[in-house]
């Protein structure tokens, strides 16, 4: 498996949730090298209830994950502070509003206490990521 080989030149591995059993056998193999997990929940069309939320970490973390990371498309102003609501109920969460709507997120919620943020190299990979060096230069003016 190419996981297998790959695994002992990274510090993290990010399994996305909805990968079911292959996400366990990965999460156990990197328990077994002793790397941290990240499980991720992405939906790119809309945000799900807090209810829904709170499953998704619930479950995440059922599977052994060390971090859960949610990215959520927000359609309305709503979506984000549902999504920040979420994020301030923990301590240990990365979250990500996409979209042009949850762009701010990407610099305030790491300042709320997201672990991460995205931002791009070149080319953006997700609706709302900004180049790194503009979200740079946004986290040091505002930290």
């Not at 498309?73 to 709503?78: D, N, P, V, Y």
């Not at 979209?99 to 070149?122: A, D, E, H, K, M």
Request: hydrophobic share 45%; proline share 3%; charged share 25%.
């Amino acid at each position: 498996m190419l996981f297998t080989e790959l695994i002992t030149a990274v510090d993290m591995v990010d399994i996305e949730l909805s990968s079911g059993l292959f996400a366990k056998e990965i999460i156990k193999l990197a328990r077994k090298k002793r790397k941290k997990t990240i499980v991720s929940f992405h939906n790119f069309k809309c945000t799900p209830s807090e209810a829904r939320l709170e499953k998704v970490i619930k479950e995440a973390r059922e599977i052994g994950a060390d971090t859960v990371k949610i990215a959520a498309f927000a359609t309305k102003k709503e979506d984000v502070r549902r999504l920040a609501r979420t994020l301030l109920a923990h301590n240990d969460l990365i979250i990500i509003a996409m979209g042009s709507i949850g762009q701010s997120s990407r610099i305030t919620f790491p300042l709320l206490g997201s672990l991460v943020t995205y931002g791009s190299i070149s080319e953006s990979t997700a609706p709302g990521q900004m180049p790194i060096k503009e979200l740079n230069r946004l986290l040091t003016e505002l930290s």
